[in-house]
Every structure is written in C-alpha cells, then in structure tokens.
C-alpha cells in the first residue's frame, strides 16, 4: 500500500534512527524534513478534507511514553485480556466504519521512529510479569502491514517477540503486504490474521483493501510458511442476504487454510460512536451501515438490538463449527449475557493466551 502515500514528512530529531533509514531506502517520493511538528499538525488540522488528506502523508517522529498497552475494554462486557503495541497510528486503508475517523484527530499516518526503542521496554515488562502470558496485537489504530513494504517494521517485531517466552504477537490486517513475512522465519509466538468480510460489504464499506479473494491468498501463503492464522469477523453487518453471504465466506476461510492453523476466530457486530454517524453518511454515501436497526447500548456506542446480535452471531458459530469444533471462538466487546445466550465461553487459550 505504499502507493497510497503521497508525501513523507520526517522530524529533524529522528532523521538518523534506524526505521527512518528503513523508510528512506524504501521510498523514493517526495521527502520534507522538518523542525516544528506540532505547529504542522495544526495546521494540518485547519484544511477541509483532513482525514482523506491524512491517508496520503506520513509522518515520521518519536512517541513519548509507553506504547504497550492493554486494549480499552468496554465497561460490563467480557475483556480477552487482550494487548496493543501502536507502533502507527492512523491508516491508509479507508474503511467507512473505522472509528479513527472521530477517535483520534490525526491530520497524518504517524509512524514512530522509536517502536524499536519502546520494544525493549515491553520486554521488561514481560519479564517483570513471568506468570503471565501476554496476547500482543498492533492493529487497533493502525493496519499491522499496509505499510510494512516501506517500514519493514515485522523484520523488528517478529523476532522480538520470538526471543519472549510469555508473549504472542499478532499482526492483524486487510491486505496483502506479507512479502516480508514469508522472509522470516515463521514461529509459534507469531500470528497473522485477517479482517474479514463478504466481498459486498468490501465493495462498499473497505475501500482500498484487499479482495476477499486476496486476503484468503495470503492466508495460505502464510499458513504454507509456518504461521498461526487468526480471523475477525469485525464489524459483522446485519444486511438481507447477510446469512448466505456470510456462510459462503466462512466456507472459503476453510477451503484456503487448514483449520488446525487457524488460532482463534473473533466475532464482533457493528458498533460505533453517534458521532460517527454523519461522517460515514458524508464520506460514504453508498454505505448501507448508518440504517440499520442501531440503538444506544450499554457503552453509548449505537449497536444492533439484542436479536439482532444473537441471531449474528449463534449463526456465525454453527458455520464455523461445521468445519471445527475446536477452534477458538471469543465475542468481542459483547456483555456476560450476550456470551452466555451465544453459548460460548471465554477460552482460556484466549484469556490467557497459554500457547
């Protein structure tokens, strides 16, 4: 997805580090070096347009503070004890959903020159905390590889988290940038996986992403290569045809990848902010998703009624179960009640990571 990027924006202060180095070997656009990186992002955040403009520039600079933390879980619903590592912040992908378009007020796709650097310090957290088993993702702000031909950053992460002995990485996408990945050797702390979704909703809702096709491809390709595989069913639509649509997806996923490499398999149905609302309605105006039966839940967040969820995701699980009965099946950001009535259960695999 390097295409995608127009425009290269470095802070002076990090022009030497290592993953500058990486991006500036691997780029050979238009590059500004510059001294005041909040004055620019301000007045970046002055244009009209600014979240279509911040997918076409990267910005490079330092991260101050932590980036290893846990995922914000939402109040009275089950936690997977899940973490995130945000070593980016900001996509080039411009799903209609994504909540980044109101979460954060980023005019730019940041990469942080210092992820290199704040590794080492997760290390010593992980080695602080021996009991425990650390379940690591890097795609909550950011796709873990749409830019990875550029930053090469997995050449970095992986190995890292290889030499840990109580943590598990997973690299989470909607692409098919995993060349670097099928230069590494595999290992069992590593997982890849893939957001999925029927190729209407793709159409529609995921511009700028792979075809469904596409990703199962590099499902394979990384199977094939010794990875764990994972996939996210997240945000599941509720549309007329959803229950053929969505089986046929589910049928695929198991024609490409052996189910004995599939880790885990997440569920999670539409959900998002109000004020997301206007902008999906603005920026997507062929997208369905703003008229569906959404009520304010729990969390404020606009959600599909109980029933609806229900009827998602109990079907969502008897297909997958045709296939397996083993692999792992987790609800995201779903009440106590909602797992029960789905009839599944936290796994311990998941809640614990203990591979």
Excluded at 122 to 141: N, Q, S
Excluded at 143 to 148: C, E, G, I, K, T
Excluded at 268 to 290: M, T
Excluded at 303 to 329: A, C, G, N, T, W
Aim: net charge neutral; with cysteine; glycine share 4%.
């Amino acid at each position: 997805m390097i295409e995608y990027i127009q425009k290269i924006y470095i802070d002076q202060k990090v022009r030497d580090r290592p993953i500058t180095r990486m991006v500036l070997e691997n780029w050979s656009g238009e590059v500004l070096f510059i001294d005041q990186v909040e004055e620019l992002l301000q007045e970046w955040r002055k244009e009209p347009n600014t979240i279509t403009a911040s997918k076409r520039r990267l910005l490079i600079r330092d991260h101050k503070g932590e980036m290893l933390k846990p995922c914000p879980c939402t109040p009275k619903h089950i936690c997977c004890n899940y973490y995130v590592f945000n070593f980016m912040t900001n996509c080039p992908l411009d799903c209609s959903y994504c909540i980044m378009q109101t979460y954060l007020n980023q005019p730019a796709i940041i990469l942080y020159a210092n992820a290199d650097e704040l590794l080492k310090h997760a290390g010593v957290f992980f080695k602080a905390h021996p009991k425990r088993f650390f379940r690591v993702g890097t795609g909550e702000l950011t796709d873990s590889l749409a830019l990875d031909g550029l930053t090469h950053f997995s050449s970095i992460i992986i190995p890292f988290f290889a030499r840990q002995s109580n943590a598990m990485l997973e690299l989470k996408t909607k692409t098919t940038c995993v060349d670097n990945l099928l230069n590494i050797n595999a290992h069992d702390k590593i997982v890849v996986s893939w957001s999925i979704n029927p190729q209407k909703i793709i159409d529609s809702d995921e511009p700028g992403t792979a075809t469904l096709t596409e990703r199962l491809e590099s499902a394979k390709a990384c199977q094939e290569a010794g990875y764990h595989i994972g996939f996210h069913f997240d945000p599941l639509i509720y549309y007329q045809t959803w229950e053929d649509d969505y089986k046929e997806v589910v049928d695929m996923i198991f024609s490409y990848v052996g189910s004995d490499n599939i880790l885990w398999i997440s569920l999670g149905a539409l959900r998002f902010n109000p004020s997301l609302k206007p902008v999906i309605e603005s920026r997507f105006p062929q997208s369905l998703l703003p008229f569906g039966e959404l009520i304010p839940g729990m969390d404020n967040k606009l959600r599909y009624v109980k029933s609806i969820r229900l009827d998602l995701f109990q079907k969502m699980i008897r297909y997958i179960r045709e296939h397996s009965p083993h692999i792992s099946i987790y609800l995201c950001m779903e009440s106590p009640q909602v797992w029960a009535r789905s009839k599944i259960t936290l796994d311990s695999r998941i809640s614990s990571s203990g591979y």
